[in-house]
């Protein structure tokens, strides 16, 4: 309830409006408000659909906010995010990944770390490529965009598409990912001089849903425009499979 409490707060703030205002505009009391985001209550969903209403939230607050509003989720959440077992790529699954034509990958969410990678997929994103087995955590999407000069040469939109994952770690892993790999991640990033505005401010639900990406050509001759698709592989997985289809 006190992370439910902080991430609504932090939504009330980023959309720049106080209690006193949203109270009516959320057909509750300004008291009300207050007990939610000290986390002394747990709004129901009938009255999230109005507090939601009155904000300019984007989905990845929506999706936070009432998967820790129902306790039996969150609880799961935590169970998995303290370490459970999750299912991995099989065998199969990552010979199917390499006979895919077009850039393709597996990766890991909320923190975008790569599981496993096409040669399509290493082509067109050099010097992404997943870690060895014997490295110290995974490679991360996230990083690679942040530091890699190269990722911001070959990426129309550049700023945009970064932002959007930021936003997603910075909403969705709390509680859920380790805090020392979250830190460990942030730290990495913030040596990139964009990092920290980007941690500090949302995206709109349109650019969480906008699947065109257009990247430079591995030829370096011309830009390619794909659509991004995303595959969830089990409803208790934690990574998904993000298809690049050109147009």
């Known amino acids: 309830m006190l992370l439910l409490g902080q991430t609504m707060r932090q939504c009330r703030e980023r959309s720049n409006i106080s209690r006193d205002k949203l109270a009516p505009r959320a057909y ?7 007990k939610w985001e000290t986390g002394e209550r747990m709004p129901t969903l009938d009255k999230l659909k109005f507090w939601f209403a009155s904000l300019n939230a984007n989905d990845w607050y929506r999706e936070r906010i009432i998967s820790l509003s129902q306790p039996a989720l969150f609880e799961l959440q935590m169970h998995l995010g303290a370490g459970a077992r999750l299912p991995e790529p099989s065998v199969s699954e990552l010979r199917h990944l390499e006979l895919l034509p077009f850039p393709a990958c597996y990766r890991r969410l909320p923190t975008y770390d790569l599981m496993a990678a096409n040669a399509a997929f290493r082509r067109q994103f050099p010097g992404l490529a997943p870690a060895s087995p014997a490295a110290a955590r995974p490679t991360n999407i996230i990083e690679w965009m942040m530091l890699s000069r190269l990722s911001r040469q070959i990426t129309q939109e550049w700023a945009r598409h970064a932002h959007v994952m930021v ?11 380790p805090q020392d790999y979250l830190d460990a991640v942030v730290a990495s990033c913030s040596r990139a001089g964009e990092f920290q505005k980007m941690w500090d401010t949302d995206v709109s639900s349109d650019d969480i849903h906008d699947t065109d990406l257009t990247m430079l050509h591995p030829s370096r001759t011309r830009w390619v425009s794909y659509i991004a698709s995303s595959y969830r592989s089990a409803p208790r997985s934690n990574w998904d499979l993000l298809m690049l289809t050109p147009r």
């Open 167 to 177: 936003n997603a770690l910075q909403v969705l892993s709390p509680g859920v990912v």
């Open 28 to 34: 509750v009391t300004s008291s009300t408000l207050e």
